[in-house]
């Protein structure tokens, strides 16, 4: 690949010397681009006093640092990077697993550090007073080490395969050969647990004095209690127990305690002996699979998840007391996770996801006693049913959105009382609004999870901009609790994170907030009870954290809706991740939200010919407004003439203020690739209407180019367009559709929505979802509108085509079938129409391959550049490659010889 990076730099030299003083963004840009990366898909880790912080960066070439450094001051230490790391829990040290096999202790107050050699894994307890550290050793008879930090005394064991920490960390087990061993920290006292040979699981109740585990001896697996305090082993489930259902045994899966640790939570699993009895003796064949209209899944789909349902794991659940066993999940029934469990779960009916929409399932919820496994219906509906169903903290009542109604409604466990207890809000609380609810699958929806306040009776619920709070009793009026400052000022409200998880004071509700005119991001403050107007804390050009109303892939740490604030569990210390379109994310820390200091320093952009980003509002032809981004370089010109490419997927307006990290292309355009080369970039936002798709994208290109086309600064006649996945097929709908751009890249999109729908993705999904209600969204039936399919199938216009196209499409694609590219690619080429195709072996939807993704780069902007920038075009588009040269003969030079593809 360095030759064909040689050759590519060679063919591009030119357009490298144009900016002298920075450096347009190559392959080795992307390679060497330092960005922020997770640790444990959190920004970074706070030690609890908020004293100390450590955050990972890297990039591809040079892989990730973890950086430790003090709040305030100038303490700062740098290692390789690993998300096996964490602070112990008196803020003094920091331990991590580094890259091989050290285990590094840094001593935060001595400011000196600690090797231990040959390690595998390691534990520390999260809370309570106790500070150690138990690791294990690679090889040496599997030696097992606790080291009590505060004391330095050390106590070993040897064979041991597994070992466990409660959360206060004063408790130990450990599995070696011969079964549990309970190791007292304070006491250093060892007790053997009975009845604990090969152990597969375990779990510490709340409290950290019990456990439960999961036991195998040969093939009779077992769950097994054990009362420290008595030291007593009980066995509470086992295979042939009441309650587990006949054909499923107990797994190896997760277990856990619930609220009161008088219950735990366990998996069974369909037994690999279980078998279906002959139903008749007349079977000729057992090769036959026979489809049936009244089959509720396809055959497909059944055979799919026949073959993967001994890997599935049930939930079951069962009483420590009374030893009382309810298996609450098998194939129809599924639970919906709550951490709160005490005495009651909710189950809902399976239904099948891709049909649910036409073939009259019943979805329902139940809510379930645990004690003895009575199960309520408490709602049942045919599509769009219910969603975001939750019981509350207190287990008084479970509140569940009815998508039909677009309303809130209560179940009271003790009366059985239902009541719709949001129906005097005056405001949509469904996703209803222009812009909001293009796709038929979206009406209805809510616009985010309700949030239970804390040892409250009390709910919080969204409309489109503002909070209300409602009493689940239906007693008391809801209140609007931003005082419906959101709506007059299209500010969205939310709360931050989980209420409950500090970042919130008793008093008062922290928010994050955006406004969807001007694109700001920030955070706002509410007092509880008092209901007047949120308190701007921060509201500014920036991107620190928001959910997007619409379907975006960004990626990593330039994704909003990554990297939530972080607190610090003892102090008033806070993480923020901080970006914009020109200054990479970078994490600060703060103590009130309104000024914030330092913590990493990356900018990366400084070096080379950034990218600017400005809203753009047009005009609809229906009269409504619509946004997009314009992206420039850094040393626009407004005297130039500079060429355009739109890239689009649904709506990316909101990401106005979003970073965009340079990389190879796997599937859209890379931004600042483009931008540093010389190109604008323009990301238009899409609204389509039922039935009419083609023609609304159609509609907001045009009314977007001809807005465009008023400045001086674009070439209008030098415009391109690209997109992939669904805008794959908003750019085939484009190119087949209107004559105004030069040319045309679409990767993965569809292009003959009859027989799309007439399809099945791999594992069986139907694909008639997807113009049912989907993104095709034509909403009809095609044998009763053949005409809007055609209308909205880019195979059937390709006849006044103009545009050229180059198609990227992979046989693996589980998305979008390969034999949509193959239906366009081959009517383009039976109509002599320009049309090149890219196909790389084993690769999918996108493209994951380094090689892969450098060679679609340089062959995309091969094409662009020829017809947006009239450079010589590459031989693989003038004479083609046979097949007999693949991998011989790339294709990449440039021809000479005068030929035009």
Same mark, same amino acid.
């Given at each position: 690949?360095?030759?064909?990076?040689?050759?590519?730099?060679?063919?591009?030299?030119?357009?490298?010397?144009?900016?002298?003083?920075?450096?347009?963004?190559?392959?080795?840009?992307?390679?060497?681009?330092?960005?922020?990366?997770?640790?444990?898909?959190?920004?970074?880790?706070?030690?609890?006093?908020?004293?100390?912080?450590?955050?990972?960066?890297?990039?591809?070439?040079?892989?990730?640092?973890?950086?430790?450094?003090?709040?305030?001051?100038?303490?700062?230490?740098?290692?390789?990077?690993?998300?096996?790391?964490?602070?112990?829990?008196?803020?003094?040290?920091?331990?991590?697993?580094?890259?091989?096999?050290?285990?590094?202790?840094?001593?935060?107050?001595?400011?000196?550090?600690?090797?231990?050699?040959?390690?595998?894994?390691?534990?520390?307890?999260?809370?309570?007073?106790?500070?150690?550290?138990?690791?294990?050793?690679?090889?040496?008879?599997?030696?097992?080490?606790?080291?009590?930090?505060?004391?330095?005394?050390?106590?070993?064991?040897?064979?041991?395969?597994?070992?466990?920490?409660?959360?206060?960390?004063?408790?130990?087990?450990?599995?070696?050969?011969?079964?549990?061993?309970?190791?007292?920290?304070?006491?250093?006292?060892?007790?053997?647990?009975?009845?604990?040979?090969?152990?597969?699981?375990?779990?510490?109740?709340?409290?950290?004095?019990?456990?439960?585990?999961?036991?195998?001896?040969?093939?009779?697996?077992?769950?097994?209690?054990?009362?420290?305090?008595?030291?007593?082993?009980?066995?509470?489930?086992?295979?042939?127990?009441?309650?587990?259902?006949?054909?499923?045994?107990?797994?190896?899966?997760?277990?856990?305690?619930?609220?009161?640790?008088?219950?735990?939570?366990?998996?069974?699993?369909?037994?690999?002996?279980?078998?279906?009895?002959?139903?008749?003796?007349?079977?000729?064949?057992?090769?036959?699979?026979?489809?049936?209209?009244?089959?509720?899944?396809?055959?497909?789909?059944?055979?799919?998840?026949?073959?993967?349902?001994?890997?599935?794991?049930? *939930?079951? /659940? &069962? #009483? +420590? $007391? %009374? @030893? =009382?066993?309810?298996?609450?999940?098998?194939?129809?029934?599924?639970?919906?996770? !709550?951490?709160?469990?005490?005495?009651?779960?909710?189950?809902?009916?399976?239904?099948?996801?891709?049909?649910?929409?036409?073939?009259?399932?019943?979805?329902? *919820?139940? /809510? &379930? #006693? +645990? $004690? %003895? @496994? =009575?199960?309520?219906?408490?709602?049942?509906?045919?599509?769009?049913?219910?969603? !975001?169903?939750?019981?509350?903290?207190?287990?008084?009542?479970?509140?569940?959105?009815?998508?039909?109604?677009?309303?809130?409604?209560?179940?009271?466990?003790?009366?059985?009382?239902?009541?719709?207890?949001?129906?005097?809000?005056?405001?949509?609380?469904?996703?209803?609004?222009?812009?909001?609810? !293009?796709?038929?699958?979206?009406?209805?929806?809510?616009?985010?999870?309700?949030?239970?306040?804390?040892?409250?009776?009390?709910?919080?619920?969204?409309?489109?901009?503002?909070?209300?709070?409602?009493?689940?009793?239906?007693?008391?009026?809801?209140?609007?609790?931003?005082?419906?400052?959101?709506?007059?000022?299209?500010?969205?409200?939310?709360?931050?994170?989980?209420?409950?998880?500090?970042?919130?004071?008793?008093?008062?509700?922290?928010?994050?907030?955006?406004?969807?005119?001007?694109?700001?991001?920030?955070?706002?403050?509410?007092?509880?009870?008092?209901?007047?107007?949120?308190?701007?804390?921060?509201?500014?050009?920036?991107?620190?954290?928001?959910?997007?109303?619409?379907?975006?892939?960004?990626?990593?740490?330039?994704?909003?809706?990554?990297?939530?604030?972080?607190?610090?569990?003892?102090?008033?210390?806070?993480?923020?991740?901080?970006?914009?379109?020109?200054?990479?994310?970078?994490?600060?820390?703060?103590?009130?939200?309104?000024?914030?200091?330092?913590?990493?320093?990356?900018?990366?952009?400084?070096?080379?010919?950034?990218?600017?980003?400005?809203?753009?509002?047009?005009?609809?032809?229906?009269?409504?407004?619509?946004?997009?981004?314009?992206?420039?370089?850094?040393?626009?010109?407004?005297?130039?003439?500079?060429?355009?490419?739109?890239?689009?997927?649904?709506?990316?307006?909101?990401?106005?203020?979003?970073?965009?990290?340079?990389?190879?292309?796997?599937?859209?355009?890379?931004?600042?690739?483009?931008?540093?080369?010389?190109?604008?970039?323009?990301?238009?936002?899409?609204?389509?209407?039922?039935?009419?798709?083609?023609?609304?994208?159609?509609?907001?290109?045009?009314?977007?180019?001809?807005?465009?086309?008023?400045?001086?600064?674009?070439?209008?006649?030098?415009?391109?367009?690209?997109?992939?996945?669904?805008?794959?097929?908003?750019?085939?709908?484009?190119?087949?559709?209107?004559?105004?751009?030069?040319?045309?890249?679409?990767?993965?999109?569809?292009?003959?929505?009859?027989?799309?729908?007439?399809?099945?993705?791999?594992?069986?999904?139907?694909?008639?979802?997807?113009?049912?209600?989907?993104?095709?969204?034509?909403?009809?039936?095609?044998?009763?509108?053949?005409?809007?399919?055609?209308?909205?199938?880019?195979?059937?216009?390709?006849?006044?085509?103009?545009?050229?196209?180059?198609?990227?499409?992979?046989?693996?694609?589980?998305?979008?079938?390969?034999?949509?590219?193959?239906?366009?690619?081959?009517?383009?080429?039976?109509?002599?129409?320009?049309?090149?195709?890219?196909?790389?072996?084993?690769?999918?939807?996108?493209?994951?391959?380094?090689?892969?993704?450098?060679?679609?780069?340089?062959?995309?902007?091969?094409?662009?550049?020829?017809?947006?920038?009239?450079?010589?075009?590459?031989?693989?588009?003038?004479?083609?490659?046979?097949?007999?040269?693949?991998?011989?003969?790339?294709?990449?030079?440039?021809?000479?010889?005068?030929?035009?593809?």
């Amino acid at each position: 690949m360095k030759l064909l990076w040689t050759v590519f730099l060679l063919n591009f030299s030119i357009v490298t010397l144009t900016w002298a003083q920075k450096k347009v963004i190559d392959k080795d840009a992307c390679d060497n681009w330092p960005s922020l990366r997770d640790i444990n898909l959190n920004s970074s880790i706070l030690t609890n006093d908020g004293k100390y912080v450590a955050f990972q960066y890297g990039s591809k070439q040079k892989g990730s640092f973890i950086i430790v450094k003090s709040i305030v001051g100038s303490f700062k230490f740098e290692f390789n990077g690993t998300d096996n790391l964490c602070f112990t829990s008196d803020s003094r040290r920091l331990v991590a697993l580094l890259p091989g096999d050290s285990l590094l202790v840094l001593d935060l107050l001595k400011q000196s550090k600690q090797y231990i050699l040959n390690v595998k894994s390691f534990s520390t307890p999260h809370y309570g007073k106790a500070q150690f550290i138990a690791y294990q050793l690679n090889g040496d008879q599997q030696k097992f080490t606790v080291i009590n930090l505060d004391s330095e005394n050390e106590k070993s064991f040897y064979g041991v395969e597994r070992q466990w920490i409660n959360k206060e960390g004063n408790a130990i087990v450990i599995k070696n050969i011969n079964g549990l061993i309970w190791l007292d920290i304070k006491t250093n006292i060892e007790r053997a647990i009975p009845e604990s040979f090969n152990t597969l699981n375990l779990a510490f109740d709340n409290s950290g004095n019990n456990i439960a585990f999961i036991s195998s001896e040969q093939e009779n697996v077992s769950l097994r209690y054990f009362n420290h305090g008595t030291e007593i082993t009980k066995d509470l489930a086992n295979n042939s127990k009441d309650g587990i259902q006949n054909g499923f045994c107990i797994s190896d899966g997760q277990i856990s305690f619930n609220k009161h640790d008088n219950k735990v939570f366990f998996q069974v699993k369909l037994s690999k002996k279980s078998s279906f009895s002959t139903l008749n003796n007349l079977i000729i064949s057992k090769t036959i699979n026979v489809w049936s209209y009244r089959d509720k899944v396809l055959q497909e789909k059944q055979l799919f998840e026949l073959s993967e349902q001994y890997n599935q794991n049930y *939930l079951a /659940v &069962v #009483n +420590i $007391n %009374d @030893g =009382k066993t309810i298996q609450l999940e098998d194939e129809n029934y599924f639970f919906i996770p !709550d951490r709160m469990v005490k005495n009651y779960v909710l189950l809902t009916a399976k239904v099948s996801d891709d049909e649910f929409h036409w073939n009259k399932e019943l979805k329902s *919820l139940y /809510v &379930v #006693n +645990i $004690n %003895d @496994g =009575k199960k309520t219906k408490i709602f049942e509906s045919s599509y769009p049913s219910f969603q !975001d169903a939750m019981i509350s903290p207190d287990e008084r009542f479970v509140v569940w959105f009815n998508r039909k109604s677009q309303q809130y409604y209560s179940y009271e466990i003790s009366s059985g009382d239902i009541r719709n207890i949001s129906s005097s809000i005056t405001e949509p609380l469904g996703i209803n609004q222009r812009g909001e609810a !293009d796709k038929l699958s979206n009406q209805g929806a809510t616009y985010d999870m309700p949030v239970w306040l804390t040892k409250d009776h009390t709910l919080l619920v969204y409309d489109q901009n503002d909070i209300w709070q409602i009493d689940p009793n239906g007693k008391g009026k809801p209140t609007n609790v931003t005082n419906g400052y959101g709506n007059r000022n299209k500010i969205r409200f939310r709360v931050l994170g989980d209420y409950e998880a500090g970042l919130s004071k008793p008093d008062e509700i922290l928010l994050w907030a955006f406004n969807s005119e001007n694109k700001q991001n920030g955070f706002w403050k509410v007092k509880r009870r008092q209901h007047k107007d949120p308190i701007k804390l921060t509201m500014d050009s920036h991107a620190y954290y928001f959910s997007p109303t619409s379907l975006v892939t960004w990626r990593g740490a330039d994704d909003p809706t990554n990297f939530i604030p972080i607190k610090a569990k003892e102090a008033n210390v806070f993480v923020v991740r901080r970006m914009s379109a020109n200054d990479a994310p970078n994490l600060y820390y703060t103590y009130d939200f309104k000024s914030f200091a330092p913590i990493s320093d990356l900018h990366p952009q400084n070096r080379y010919n950034w990218l600017t980003a400005e809203l753009v509002t047009w005009t609809l032809p229906d009269g409504l407004k619509s946004d997009g981004i314009l992206f420039k370089p850094e040393d626009f010109d407004s005297k130039k003439k500079y060429p355009i490419i739109f890239n689009y997927y649904e709506r990316r307006s909101e990401g106005l203020n979003v970073y965009r990290n340079p990389e190879l292309s796997g599937d859209n355009i890379n931004i600042p690739w483009y931008v540093s080369r010389g190109y604008l970039v323009f990301e238009p936002d899409m609204y389509y209407k039922t039935g009419k798709t083609a023609e609304n994208i159609i509609n907001v290109v045009n009314s977007a180019a001809k807005y465009l086309g008023c400045f001086t600064y674009i070439d209008t006649m030098r415009m391109g367009i690209q997109g992939q996945s669904f805008g794959g097929y908003e750019t085939n709908v484009i190119a087949t559709g209107t004559n105004i751009f030069a040319a045309a890249c679409e990767m993965a999109g569809p292009t003959d929505i009859i027989s799309e729908y007439g399809s099945l993705r791999p594992g069986g999904h139907n694909n008639e979802v997807s113009a049912d209600i989907g993104q095709r969204n034509l909403g009809v039936l095609p044998w009763e509108y053949p005409a809007i399919f055609v209308e909205n199938s880019p195979i059937f216009h390709i006849g006044k085509m103009t545009t050229p196209l180059l198609i990227v499409h992979n046989r693996n694609d589980g998305s979008i079938l390969f034999s949509q590219a193959v239906e366009l690619f081959m009517a383009l080429r039976r109509s002599n129409k320009k049309a090149w195709m890219l196909e790389y072996d084993k690769e999918g939807h996108s493209i994951y391959n380094e090689n892969n993704k450098l060679d679609f780069t340089i062959r995309m902007q091969q094409f662009f550049d020829h017809y947006l920038k009239g450079t010589l075009p590459p031989k693989w588009m003038t004479q083609g490659i046979a097949a007999k040269y693949k991998g011989i003969d790339s294709g990449l030079e440039l021809d000479t010889s005068g030929q035009i593809p």
